[in-house]
């Protein structure tokens, strides 16, 4: 698992996220930098900037068309999160999604080798956005380039609080190797420990459709392959699958059948179709890859928020979709009495905010409406009527 995606092989930056939370009275909603005013009494802080979260995101996209980095940002959010020590409850010692990977003091460590090019990719963008966390970025570039590749749209939450210095980092050797004497109790080992399971590392390591191994950096792979030797990118290294730069489920047919000799099979990776509770799963994977995408994209979601710290305490999301119902627009000569086809039944939207327009004025289930408020309501359904009546025969 170590090796160009999972777990195996830039220069430091570092912005101070500290924010202030203090009372404000405001009737109306409003975006101040990181800060959102809300109605009522408190400014409420995030971590990274929301807006530039998104644009980060296109150029993201962007980055990613033009150098084929897909492998390179999903080991940097796998790395930064994969240090994460459930049994340790202060943060940020405790590891994981924290931004400390920028440091050059975890960047050196072994497993981090050729991250430092991750970093190199990624500065301009952290230049560009100053109000996103490292942690929010590198996770962000990892899920986004899951699902460049083709791969299942993560759902992911946002803002990650930085470790605030390089004494915060993780000690070397939280990250799994590639070839320990026991590969399955190796696994279970480091992923139980982030709190992870037998199911989770399975489908997890299936991101190894994507990348290459280089020997340089973590004496696995050969120099160069048929499927590798012209790039993209800089060429050379060895592959998992044959479209290494396209996410599916290719990982786990190749590792069942090894039938090509131009392809990598590590111990950690053989080991997948050997142990029992690993087994049922990458067979599982490797006939139905819907199966997988759907299970890959709930544990790279969690892999995402292992140790983090977040402001807002809940997250957010960026999403494009909506998060609340569009309401919808009264038009009253579309509700008007008497049976047509252009006519319709009130929707349970229409008929919740009429409820409510009729409890603000004082009614209830138990308390009917004074004679006045009740003659107004009476009047003016009256008036809609009329009018209703006469353009609708216009």
Not at 25 to 36: A, L, Q, V
Not at 220 to 242: H, L, M, N, R
């Amino acid at each position: 698992m170590a090796l160009a995606l999972g777990f195996a092989a830039a220069s430091s930056l570092f912005l101070p996220h500290n924010f202030t939370r203090f009372p404000k009275i405001s009737t109306s909603s409003s975006s101040r930098g990181r800060c959102r005013v809300r109605h009522v009494s408190t400014v409420i802080c995030f971590a990274s900037d929301p807006q530039q979260l998104k644009q980060a995101r296109q150029d993201l996209n962007d980055l990613i068309k033009t150098t084929r980095c897909n492998p390179l940002l999903i080991r940097v959010g796998w790395h930064d999160a994969g240090t994460y020590d459930k049994n340790i409850q202060e943060w940020p010692k405790r590891g994981g999604a924290n931004g400390s990977l920028h440091f050059e003091i975890e960047l050196s460590h072994k497993a981090n080798a050729g991250l430092v090019n991750a970093l190199k990719l990624l500065r301009p963008i952290k230049d560009k956005y100053p109000n996103i966390t490292y942690a929010d970025l590198f996770q962000l570039a990892s899920a986004t380039a899951i699902e460049e590749a083709g791969g299942p749209v993560i759902p992911m939450k946002y803002g990650r609080l930085d470790a605030p210095k390089p004494e915060d980092c993780p000690p070397e050797g939280k990250l799994p190797d590639a070839g320990p004497p026991s590969p399955a109790a190796h696994l279970r080992d480091v992923f139980y420990r982030m709190g992870l399971t037998d199911k989770e590392i399975v489908a997890l390591s299936g991101a190894h459709t994507l990348g290459r191994s280089r020997p340089e950096r973590s004496g696995w792979g050969k120099p160069e392959t048929k499927y590798t030797k012209d790039g993209p990118g800089a060429p050379g290294g060895q592959s998992w699958t044959v479209e290494w730069l396209k996410f599916d489920n290719s990982y786990f047919k190749e590792i069942k059948e090894q039938r090509d000799q131009d392809l990598l099979v590590l111990p950690t990776d053989a080991v997948l179709f050997e142990d029992p509770g690993f087994k049922v799963y990458a067979e599982k994977y490797a006939v139905d890859q819907d199966a997988f995408l759907k299970d890959y994209a709930e544990a790279h979601a969690k892999l995402s928020n292992l140790g983090a710290k977040f402001d807002p305490v809940d997250g957010f999301s960026i999403a494009d979709a909506p998060q609340t119902p569009i309401p919808e627009k009264f038009v009253a000569a579309k509700y008007s009495y008497g049976a047509s086809e252009d006519k319709k039944e009130l929707s349970e939207t229409m008929k919740a905010k009429m409820r409510a327009e009729y409890l603000a004025f004082g009614g209830s289930p138990n308390k009917p409406l004074q004679s006045n408020y009740f003659l107004n309501i009476i009047i003016f359904v009256a008036v809609l009527a009329v009018l209703a009546s006469f353009f609708g025969g216009n």
